[in-house]
């Protein structure tokens, strides 16, 4: 509390505007909602770097033709593509530009040069997409993250609501779920509007309780259990993020998604309750960070299996760790050797639920 | 193509008024049922109309305060305008109007009439004195009723996350929150005032040290009739954010001045907290110390005397390598945007 506090008098003390009469605790001067003249409105006092006594010409530092011409031709002309990719600095300041380590670190550029290169170029030509993201993960494109971060923290949120899970599953193993607890869990996925069935439901139920060796602690359908325990979490999301990270802004995945094109016109896929759709991905900013990168990959590149690609890998990672999460808390048990192919049927499941189309591709 | 040729909003803010129903502790305006300034029917709809016809890529009109269901009539007439231009909108309450549910209902179904696209509701600790979560949960789950999309969003409340809690556990939420009609989600909150509580916030830096897509991205009309650069938390306690008095006719040439400041084009590729740390060096630890929210760390930034001698003294070492990433990003979205629609 004194750090806190120490921390607000030092900048209500380093503030430029000297604080009004009557303003006695404002951390940041008086707004001009209560006072319209306060503060440093004009003139000298006004903060502003005019670009006009930068020293540099500026009509080359705002144009913008020429370097649409430079990404354009690195992006589409496989002998421009080969000179950037060996010397980007180079290549930079051979047309004005900034070729500074500041400059190839940043993201935007980074990806630009990611593209050009001669293997990334094979990748999207071959459709192997799993090689198109190792590259740009090696190019630092992607930020690197411990998947186990998402997994602990899927977990924590299970574990903190699992009384309220139990109950909702059944309170006693091998009690089969009463009409209206399946009733509810068959609600939920009814009210999804997606294309995932009744019938996907059971064929993965029989995938989970037989080859996958899954049983559910006290939940005779487990299927609907694993789907309708996601669904549960996925309510509890929203607290676990204000409790986890705080978000600065709507980071939304479905925001994500709706803005994360319609490459070639084609149309999004239906997410709307779907078990996972990347939604707990908000428990790490790095994944969401990352899943908005490959967005721009596809958008950049023109290719929509790309941006697929990326929310399948990102439902992958989902299913896996909300099924870790509930073998480690005894809500589910799993057979040796029996997880791999259990997570493999509910995320296909989920694709379906999710109305994503299984790749053809790599 | 200059630059400020590919930039072009394309979110139009109306701040409708300071006045608020609450009073809140810590609200950034001071909004209160007593405070002054609000925008007329007549000037509201003619600002939309200037920004229609100065802005190409302008798709949404955002009605915020203070409280802007305040303006009753006025706001419903505005709402209705921009559906008639074809633009999307989108509400920001407290929720106040949802103190039963057939008030909610009235007040929702006059927004759904006027083509509100979306309601967000803001609330939290502070605005609990004064606008309860009943009345949130009523007024939200009157508009999806309503066929209204509502986003909730709860100040962060620090360790103890009743409040949103709260909300998505009420039985009255769960079909809503489970059919996607209503979202919650916990946004980062920062103090105004030294009295304030301390709040315990995980803070993920790599999301202080984002550039800031306000700047360029948004214009706001505020109470005042001033253009503003940010819809940000600390817009009005940052002068510079005010890009001057709208007088009908000068919307585009108030935006456009913005590309002569190098600073606006600075945050809006590193943000000011990384520009705090790039520009200020070993110091940088006693001016960001605690910052939880990219807004505080932009006032911050503006007003503060050494950070702002060091910018003037420096800036122009970073001149070549910011606009240099600024064209390259710029390069890269116009590509995608022609590519998008040519397809």
Redesign the interface.
Known sequence: ?E???K??????A????PLAVGAA??????????Q?L?????GAE???????????PVAA?????K??V???SV?TDSSAANSFFSAPRSY?EAHG??G?D??LL?G??A??VALSAPAVKDALKNRNYTEFFDYMKAAGVF?PRDPSVLQSRIERIISSNIDEIRSAIGAQAETPLTPDQQAEFMA?LK?SGTVATEEDLAVLAQVLKGDGGVTIAACSAMAACVVGIA?LAV??V??A??????????I?I?AAMMTA?????SQQPQL??APFTGQFMKLD??AV?NLQRSY?LA??T?DGELQLHALREAIREEVEAVLVSLSNLKLIEVSPGGMPLAIEAVTHYAYKAAGVPTSNAH | ??????FSPHTLTILCT?QCTAACKQC????SPS?K?RLSRETIIARIAEAKRSFLNLSVVVFSGGEALMLKDALFDSIAYSTSEGLMTRVVSNGYWGKTPKAAKSTANKLKEAGLCELNISTGKDHQEWVPASSVINAATAAADAGIFC?I??E??G?N?DL??EI??SPLM?PY????TI???????M??????E?RQ????I???RKGCDQIFGTIVV???DNLSACCGL?L?????M?LGKNDGQNMESLYASQ?????K??IHVDGPYSIIERVMGEDKA?HL??V???C?AC??M?????I?DA??AR??EF???V???L??????R???RH??AA?
Request: include cysteine; proline fraction near 4%.
């Open positions: 509390m750090t806190d506090n921390r607000r008098r030092f900048i209500q380093t503030v430029v505007a605790g404002r951390l940041h001067g008086a707004p001009a909602s209560v319209p306060s503060g440093a409105s004009a006004r903060l502003v770097l005019p670009l006009a006594n930068s020293g540099l530092l705002t144009d913008l033709t370097v649409s430079l990404v354009e992006l930079f530009l900034d500074s500041s400059t940043d935007s550029v990806m630009l930020e939920i009210s669904l309510l509890y929203s607290a993020v204000a409790a986890t990270v705080a978000i600065l802004a709507a939304t479905s094109i319609t490459v070639s016109g709307r309750s900013p790095a960070r721009r958008q950049t023109q | 193509m200059p630059i400020s040729g590919a300071y950034c305006f001071e909004s405070v300034g986003l969003t709860v962060n409340e360790e996350q949103i809690n998505l556990k769960a929150i489970e059919s996607r979202s919650v989600q916990s946004n980062s909150w103090p105004f005032h030294d009295d304030a301390e916030q995980a803070i993920d790599s999301e202080l505020t109470p005042h600390t009005e306690h940052i002068p510079e005010r590309f002569d400041d190098f600073l084009a600075w006693q110390e605690g939880v929210h990219i505080e006032s911050i503006h007003k503060n005397r050494e702002r910018l003037r800036y122009h001149v070549p390598e606009m240099t990433r064209q390259v990003a710029m390069a890269l116009e590509r995608s590519c998008v397809s």
